[in-house]
């Protein structure tokens, strides 16, 4: 399958009694192969990043990173319930210049039920994952409660809705410009995902928002920080 991936992150933070925004967004055009029959560690598969489409609002030096990412490839195995685990990049740096905006993929598929899933079907999973970019490691503890809603038709195919809600916190720390800091902080989730009857994923949309603060010890300052994230998932001709 080949997906549109469209994210728009907005970023407000307060320093030195200022206001400051910061706007992030962009298409990023995903092939996903998964191969079968799975072993003992799950299915074979791949996640290859053709290439990432900034928005002209986005900051002149994050754009320019991005549009360098090429046929960037990231290996693993998929757990029968949708988890990407143990990914290998091709690319290390080319990772970490689009992982504020797409992550690692490891929650891009829907997460279902080891016997599968009906209308009217309700399930509840926790996760915890470990997001490393520069010289810091976030992880990010969630709780995801979906209901498989109802059958209708999406993009041309019956497919079955599926509705999400998450709540979550994060903690981490790391060094930046040789200077030590520390993240926590809460959000949300919500969303809704789309599977057909023959079980493709069909994409789907949600909004992430999360409320941290950074913490930079040395100078004791805190800095209040609110995320809002935006994401459109669309399946490619």
């Known amino acids: 399958m080949r997906y549109i991936v469209y994210r728009r992150l ?8 200022q206001q400051q925004r910061q706007e992030l967004a962009a298409r ?4 996903v192969v ?25 900051p002149q030096p994050i754009a320019d990173n991005m549009s360098k990412v090429r046929s960037l490839v990231l290996a693993g195995r998929l757990a029968p319930r949708g988890d990407f685990q143990g990914s290998a990049t091709s690319d290390t740096v080319g990772a970490q210049s689009i992982a504020q905006l797409v992550g690692n993929f490891r929650d891009f598929l829907p997460r279902i039920p080891a ?10 999973d926790t996760m915890a994952l470990t ?36 709540t979550y916190s994060l903690a981490g720390s790391g060094e930046n ?19 057909a009857e023959d079980g493709r994923f069909l994409g789907g949309e949600s909004q992430d928002s999360t409320t941290l603060t950074v ?6 300052l805190s800095i209040p920080v609110t995320q809002v994230l935006n994401s459109t998932v669309s399946v490619r001709p």
């Open 10 to 17: 907005r970023i407000d933070q307060s320093f030195g009694g």
């Open 28 to 31: 990023v055009f995903v092939g």
């Open 34 to 58: 998964i191969t079968g029959p799975a072993d003992s560690n799950g299915y074979p598969t791949t996640f290859t990043v053709d290439s990432v489409l900034s928005d002209s609002g986005t």
């Open 115 to 124: 016997e599968g899933v009906r209308v009217g079907t309700a399930w509840t």
């Open 131 to 166: 997001q490393r970019s520069g010289g810091g490691a976030v992880t990010r503890r969630a709780t995801v409660h979906s209901t498989a809603a109802a059958w209708e038709d999406h993009a041309g195919t019956r497919s079955l809705r599926i509705e999400s809600s998450t």
């Open 177 to 195: 410009g040789g200077q030590s800091f520390q993240v926590g902080g809460t959000g949300t989730t919500t969303g809704r995902t789309f599977i």
């Open 215 to 220: 913490s930079l010890p040395a100078q004791g």
